[in-house]
């Protein structure tokens, strides 16, 4: 099990179990919350940490709809 921790002072930190629930990105375009399957990504080896996010429903329908 992977998870995320985080010292919020000298006497709290917290760990958080990383899951195929609990990962989320803001979209790229309106800034909604967008829910994460992180197991989707793994081993691709274009997946960056920093640089990857995912449209939301609506926004993914309009650039599609776009092109
Ligand atoms: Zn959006």
Redesign the pocket.
């Given at each position: 099990m992977f998870y995320v921790k985080e010292t919020i002072n000298d006497a709290v930190e917290v760990k958080v179990e990383i899951n195929d629930e609990n990962v989320f990105c803001h979209?790229?375009?309106?800034?909604?919350e967008?829910h994460v399957d992180i197991n989707e990504f793994m081993g691709d080896e274009d997946f960056d940490l920093y640089a990857t996010s995912l449209?939301?429903d609506?926004?993914?329908r309009k650039v599609r709809c776009d092109k």
């Open positions: 979209c790229p375009r309106c800034g909604k967008v449209y939301c609506d926004c993914g």
